[in-house]
Each structure stands twice: as structure tokens, then as C-alpha cells.
């Protein structure tokens, strides 16, 4: 089985499913605002684009917008309370770990590449126990342009020393597939994470409905590069 050189992955509904407690930290920052709570399969709809965009799209679901100083207020507060409650419910999904362990056995280095803030990503993968098996931990503010821009990507891959023309990204979501498209690389999308539109729509390049087998279609692109 012919692998990539390198495998970048998104965070949040492409390694874990994180719903629960983005969903918990979006309610209380809304009942902060004396705004309605949104449930969990809509926040499954919301995620992608980090916690601001998350943040407003909660706000715009209950009607209303907020001016800059309340919502600066407002995802302080998301933070805040994100960050104590980061791992309470969050989990990796099935057979993650042990395809990541199977990829790095064979010597595919492996990275994360994710439009999470730094401090939380790191937070959250070292509660997982999750962090040591990435050579980069890439967060949204850690670069000048994140995904959908090639350069996310492509920092990534530099600080693994890995070789983007043996690239492939794993995602989840639109923003995901179009930054692998901006940056050159095949992009393999997860059925069961977070998206607008059904993951089929997505056109990437292969489509899984589990983790375990990733492997077989990272061969596959490989086989067509």
C-alpha cells in the first residue's frame, strides 16, 4: 500500500466530534444574552469557520446581530467558558485513534490543521491525549490567512517538513475541500462530520463513511498522482 508522505487533518468533525461542547459553550453565551439556545444538530451545521463565525451564526439564529463591542464581550465569554469545559463531552470518533497510529507506523507524518483558536486546540488534543501523534498543531490564529487560504495548508506541511506534492487533507467540510484545492492537494472528506451540505456535495476526491478506512483511500489517490 502506497501512502502520502504527509496527512493533514482537520479538528472538529473530521478527528472528534466536539458538538456537544461547542454546543454547551454557544448556549451559555447566548443565555448570557438573554438569546434563545440552539440545539446540537444545529451546531453541527455552524461549525467550520471557529468560534466567532459560530458565535454569530447563534446570534443571526435568534433574529438579532450584535455590535462589535457586544460581541467582542460575547466571544470572551464563549471563550472563557469553552476552555474550562473543552473535553467534557468531546471524543474522538471511532477508530480514529488506531488509523493515526496505523499511518504513523508506516511513516506518514501527521498534522492538524484547523480554523480552532491555538490555545484551545492545544488544550483540547492534550486532554484527548491526542496531541503527541502530530509533528504540527496549526490553529487559526497561529498563521496570517486560515483555511479556506492554501496557506494554512501549507504551513502545516512545511513545519512537518513534509513534501506537498505528497500531501493529502482530510476534512470535513466545504472550507476544508476548498483549501486543499487552493493548495493543490487531494482532499478526502468524512461522511459523518459538520456540514451544510451533504458531505457527497462536497466533490472531494474520495468520500469515507469511516475512519478505518482511510488508509485504503489515501492508497488510492497516491495510486492517481
Known amino acids: 500500500m502506497r501512502l502520502p508522505d504527509t496527512v493533514i487533518f482537520d479538528l472538529d468533525g473530521t478527528l472528534v466530534d466536539s458538538a456537544p461542547d461547542l454546543t454547551a459553550a454557544?448556549?451559555?453565551?447566548?443565555?448570557?444574552?438573554?438569546?434563545?439556545?440552539?440545539?446540537?444538530?444545529?451546531?453541527?451545521?455552524?461549525?467550520?469557520?471557529?468560534?466567532?463565525?459560530?458565535?454569530?451564526?447563534?446570534?443571526?439564529?435568534?433574529?438579532?446581530?450584535l455590535d462589535d463591542a457586544g460581541f467582542d464581550a460575547a466571544f470572551a465569554v464563549f471563550l472563557d467558558y469553552y476552555a474550562a469545559h473543552v473535553a467534557d463531552r468531546t471524543r474522538p470518533f471511532p477508530r480514529v485513534v488506531e488509523t493515526l497510529d496505523l499511518l504513523a507506523g508506516?511513516?506518514?507524518?501527521?498534522?492538524?490543521?484547523?480554523?480552532?483558536?491555538?490555545?484551545?486546540?492545544?488544550l483540547l488534543l492534550g486532554e484527548l491525549g491526542l496531541a503527541a501523534r502530530f509533528g504540527a498543531i496549526v490553529g487559526?490564529?497561529?498563521?496570517?490567512?486560515?483555511?479556506?487560504?492554501?496557506?494554512?495548508?501549507?504551513?502545516?506541511?512545511?513545519?512537518?517538513?513534509?513534501?506537498?506534492?505528497?500531501?493529502?487533507?482530510?476534512?470535513?467540510?466545504?472550507?476544508?475541500?476548498?483549501?486543499?484545492?487552493?493548495?493543490?492537494?487531494?482532499?478526502?472528506?468524512?461522511?459523518f462530520g459538520y456540514t451544510t451540505v451533504p458531505a457527497a456535495d462536497l466533490l472531494a476526491d474520495r468520500l469515507i463513511d469511516d475512519f478505518a478506512d482511510l488508509p485504503e483511500a489515501l492508497s488510492a489517490l497516491m495510486a492517481v498522482r
Open 26 to 65: 454557544l448556549n451559555h453565551t447566548l443565555r448570557g444574552l438573554s438569546l434563545p439556545v440552539v440545539d446540537e444538530d444545529a451546531v453541527r451545521h455552524m461549525v467550520g469557520h471557529g468560534a466567532r463565525k459560530l458565535i454569530e451564526r447563534g446570534v443571526a439564529a435568534a433574529g438579532t446581530t
Open 106 to 122: 508506516r511513516g506518514v507524518k501527521l498534522g492538524v490543521c484547523t480554523n480552532k483558536p491555538q490555545r484551545l486546540t492545544d
Open 140 to 191: 487559526a490564529d497561529s498563521v496570517a490567512h486560515r483555511k479556506p487560504h492554501a496557506g494554512h495548508i501549507t504551513a502545516t506541511v512545511e513545519r512537518l517538513g513534509g513534501d506537498l506534492r505528497r500531501t493529502v487533507m482530510v476534512g470535513d467540510s466545504q472550507t476544508d475541500v476548498d483549501a486543499a484545492r487552493n493548495a493543490g492537494t487531494p482532499v478526502v472528506a468524512v461522511s
